[in-house]
Each structure stands twice: as structure tokens, then as C-alpha cells.
């Protein structure tokens, strides 16, 4: 089994930056690739970001140049770096495993005022 913990989530105005992480415990030989995902109220859950175990990365169109996603294997600790943050960012932010998908933390709330 994966437990994984998102945290760093919080309040900004636009054009704040904040630094969101997520640890997994448990079977981690899964989550050497992780993807961050987000979902705002009445709207699907939606693809941001994904890092592989060379550090390799992907991102959404909408958030490419702005967000930069990072890991750090020996803590087993993906990272979300979101800069220049605006209103359509707000949602609640998820990491997953796409080696172990039915893991999902409880998420972490990004709210951005203009």
C-alpha cells in the first residue's frame, strides 16, 4: 500500500508563488514517477505536471513556464514550484502515481485571489 501526503497548499494573491509537496509512504518502489493533478470546484480533475525518476518532466499547457515539478528520490518527496499564480490556479492540487494509480492523498487547497 502508498500513502501519500500533499501539503504546502494556501492562500496567495496573484502573481504569488507557492511550493507545494508530496511524500509517499509505504510501497514507494511505485512512485518513483509521480504526476500532480488538480481540480477545481464543479470542474473534472484535471492533468499539471509529471516527473520522472531521472527528473525528467511534463507539463500542461496552461501552466507550463510558470510551474516546475521536482523530486527528491531520497526522501521520496515529489515538489510543485507554482510561480506568477493566477484565479484559473485555484483548486485543490493532488499527487499520483501512474505505476500505483489507486493511491490519491487527501490534496492540498491552492486559492489565488486577483
Known amino acids: 500500500q502508498v500513502l501519500l501526503v500533499e501539503s504546502g497548499g494556501g492562500s496567495v494573491q496573484a502573481g504569488g508563488s507557492l511550493r507545494l509537496s508530496c511524500v509517499a509512504y509505504?510501497?514507494?518502489?511505485?512512485?518513483?514517477?509521480m504526476n500532480w493533478y488538480r481540480q477545481a470546484p464543479g470542474k473534472e480533475r484535471e492533468f499539471v505536471s509529471a516527473?520522472?525518476?531521472?527528473?525528467?518532466?511534463s507539463y500542461a499547457d496552461s501552466v507550463k513556464g510558470r510551474f516546475t515539478t521536482s523530486q527528491d528520490n531520497a526522501k521520496n518527496t515529489v515538489y510543485l514550484q507554482m510561480n506568477d499564480l493566477n484565479p484559473e490556479d485555484t483548486a485543490m492540487y493532488y499527487c499520483?502515481?501512474?505505476?500505483?494509480?489507486?493511491?490519491w492523498g487527501q490534496g492540498t487547497q491552492v486559492t489565488v485571489s486577483s
Open positions: 516527473v520522472d525518476s531521472d527528473g525528467g518532466a
Open positions: 499520483n502515481s501512474p505505476y500505483c494509480p489507486a493511491y
Open positions: 509505504g510501497d514507494t518502489y511505485c512512485t518513483h514517477d
